[in-house]
């Protein structure tokens, strides 16, 4: 039946008594996502390390691509992203049409959330995993269960220990950010059999350039075996965090289903052309990848042997625990005076560590000369 146009005009459909409009069940208990600062004082020259972006810059080959498409910016992208997909299959060994890229995997993360999640539902998440992952089960009005970590590690049995009938997604990322650990192979397929095949387990492998540890699997393995896993990834911290590019690669349903809701252009055309040079640019991504390592470890040395705790990291940047939250803010302070810019932690419920970017070889011998201070003998 055709409803009379006017009807639509009409008060008379009011069954609240709300007198404006009310977002839906949980998104005001979202705590705002609080982005690291980005400011120096006047006049000292701006040293980034808290946002995990990449010390090298971009791929030369990226750039490049970026550039050439500046004439056609006028024209819509292609809407599946389909070069960039080919170069990601090509690269990874993997089934072009079953990946989906996205403005950032922030875009994918918010897709998966609002396909598989919906008011009743949980989402599993390790205590201290991505911030992420709570806005957006919130987001899709479902409920946000955090699982205990072992120090500073996500820990499989405390994770399957919180799963219930009501469980429908599980994230972990690995390795995690902001603690730099990671699960090995072994210990990621123990928790995937755990689960019921009706649970999605994301895996978002977002810093799997920097992984060097060869207990390590990045998640193709486990998507190509199952029918409810994802694996996760971005381009924001390989080089490309300015234009915003990510992706999934799944099994082919849920790949369908999340075509269903994304943006029909979700990725833009210059963020398409960077990206899909960079993902081939495999001598650049080697060489962040060294550059990272080396300093990772030079950086968790140096400053173990000042006495402040790095659990061992696998990602851009270590987290540096300090004795309590009042000397994390005074490291973070002095660090900032001479442009060192660091993340605090307390939006993580870590107060007393700071998470610091791999950065080049001057700012890190510059981080490790301040925070010398800081640390506090006899504690290790
Ligand atoms: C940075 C980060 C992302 C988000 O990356 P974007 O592609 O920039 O949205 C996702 N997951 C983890 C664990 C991250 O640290």
Redesign the pocket.
């Given at each position: 039946m055709v409803r009379p146009v006017f009807d639509r005009y009409e008060p008379i459909l009011m069954s609240s008594s709300a007198t404006r409009p009310v977002p839906q069940k949980g998104i005001l208990e979202i705590a705002p996502y609080v982005p690291g600062r980005s400011d120096a004082p006047q006049g000292v020259a701006l040293v980034k390390l808290s946002a995990?972006e990449s010390p090298l810059g971009a791929s030369p080959k990226a750039i490049v691509a970026h550039k050439a498409v500046a004439n056609t910016l006028h024209l819509y992208p292609e809407g599946s992203s389909r070069l960039l997909r080919e170069a990601l299959g090509e690269v990874h060994g993997i089934d072009a049409s079953r990946i989906v890229c996205g403005f950032?995997?922030?875009d994918i993360?918010h897709l998966l959330a609002q396909v598989y999640l919906g008011p009743g539902d949980e989402a599993v998440m390790s205590q201290f995993g991505?911030n992420?992952y709570p806005i957006i089960t919130r987001g899709a009005s479902a409920e946000i269960v955090m699982a205990p970590e072992t120090d500073y590690r996500a820990d499989v049995g405390s994770i399957l220990a919180t799963i219930t009938p009501r469980t429908k997604v599980v994230f972990l990322?690995n390795p995690?950010?902001p603690t730099g650990t990671y699960l090995p192979k072994s210990e990621v397929e123990r928790l995937h059999r755990a689960l019921r095949p009706d649970i999605l387990f994301v895996l978002?492998s977002?810093?799997a350039e920097y992984v060097t540890a060869e207990d390590y699997s990045v998640g193709i393995d486990l998507v190509n075996a199952s029918q409810n896993v994802v694996m996760v990834r971005?381009f924001?911290?390989m080089g490309i965090?300015g234009e915003?590019v990510?992706w999934m690669y799944g099994p082919e349903h849920i790949v369908d289903a999340v075509n269903r809701i994304r943006g029909p252009f979700n990725v833009t055309l210059s963020g398409q052309a960077a990206a899909a040079a960079a993902a081939r640019d495999l001598d650049f991504t080697s060489e962040l990848r060294a550059h990272n390592a080396k300093w990772r470890g030079w950086l968790t040395n140096a400053l173990g042997s000042n006495a402040i705790r790095v659990p061992p990291s696998q990602g851009n940047f270590v987290l540096a625990l300090f004795e309590d939250a009042a000397t994390a803010k005074a490291a973070f302070s002095a660090l900032r005076d001479e442009g060192l810019l660091v993340r605090e932690m307390h939006g993580y419920g870590i107060p007393h560590g700071l998470r610091i970017s791999i950065g080049l070889e001057e700012p890190m011998r510059r981080v490790v000369a301040i925070l010398k201070a800081f640390g506090a003998p006899g504690a290790e």
């Open positions: 995990n950032g995997s922030d993360l991505f992420v990322a995690n950010n978002d977002a810093y971005t924001s911290k965090a915003r990510g």
